[in-house]
């Protein structure tokens, strides 16, 4: 997004009016020095990643997207009321729908889920959440479930994962990670598009329960988190933290 500020030059006489985006916003005695900052709808300063000048016209570009600080929680993807102020009456939380963003992703488009490349064709089984994009980084997670293994075997094997050109940051999920992708409109909460996963079934988390010999596993359906010994063998994903860059993911 490119914001056009036109700004007076210093010493030029006589006063001269600040235009924003071609539109008059105030009147600058001549002379006078101009100092601007760009801020987004909540009041937070954005850093351009750029500034040009053309003659009076000063252009800074601005990162695409949102950049949420200190963000509210996701919604619960629940639709569905069963009275007045539970969860599907209200909807609280952040973004337009639970796969619907308020806002712009860096692709141009309010998919919550895209893959690397901001489609929805998910060729490396690499998905993008763009709920957890904060202007720098985004998270994304294995589109597959990988193999049962027992819980040091997980943490192994998404350590040395990979998938399309990321060969390394892969892990495999904690807690707060598996949660933020349950839908909990639909009984197996991960049967929706990209996932499309309607297996009953644990998973693991790398997150370990104040038991030590036990960590915390995600459950499809039914009650959705509770903790097993480490000796047990569950499917689970990995996830990984990519820096944004323009369009670019790495």
Not at 12 to 31: F, K, L, Q, R, Y
Not at 57 to 76: C, D, N, Q, R, W
Not at 97 to 109: C, D, H, M, W, Y
Request: net charge negative.
């Amino acid at each position: 997004m490119a914001t056009g500020i036109s700004l007076p030059k210093i010493g030029v006489s006589p006063d001269t009016n600040i235009e924003v985006n071609s539109v008059s916003e105030t009147t600058i005695p001549a002379g006078s020095t101009v100092d601007f900052r760009l801020e987004d709808s909540g009041g937070n300063t954005v850093i351009p990643t750029s500034i040009t000048t053309v003659g009076t016209v000063i252009t800074a570009e601005v990162p695409v997207g949102s950049a949420p600080i200190g963000a509210t929680l996701m919604k619960t993807g629940q639709t569905t009321s069963y009275r007045t102020g539970d969860d599907g009456d209200i909807e609280a939380g952040r973004a337009t729908s639970f796969f619907t963003l308020a806002e712009n992703n860096p692709f141009g488009n309010t998919n919550r889920f895209t893959d690397e490349l901001g489609g929805q064709t998910y060729t490396n089984n690499i998905v993008i959440d763009w709920s957890t994009y904060n202007g720098t980084n985004v998270l994304g997670y294995t589109k597959l479930m990988l193999a049962a293994a027992v819980w040091n075997t997980a943490i192994d094997t998404s350590l040395t994962l990979s998938l399309g050109s990321y060969s390394s940051g892969w892990r495999l999920w904690n807690r707060r990670e598996a949660e933020n992708i349950l839908n909990f409109e639909i009984s197996t909460r991960l049967n929706y598009f990209p996932f499309n996963d309607n297996t009953a079934e644990l998973m693991w988390t790398s997150t370990t329960h104040t038991v030590a010999t036990q960590a915390y596993y995600v459950n499809k359906q039914g009650s959705q988190i509770a903790e097993l010994n480490k000796t047990g063998s569950f499917k689970y994903k990995a996830c990984r933290t990519f820096t944004v860059t323009g369009t670019t993911l790495s």
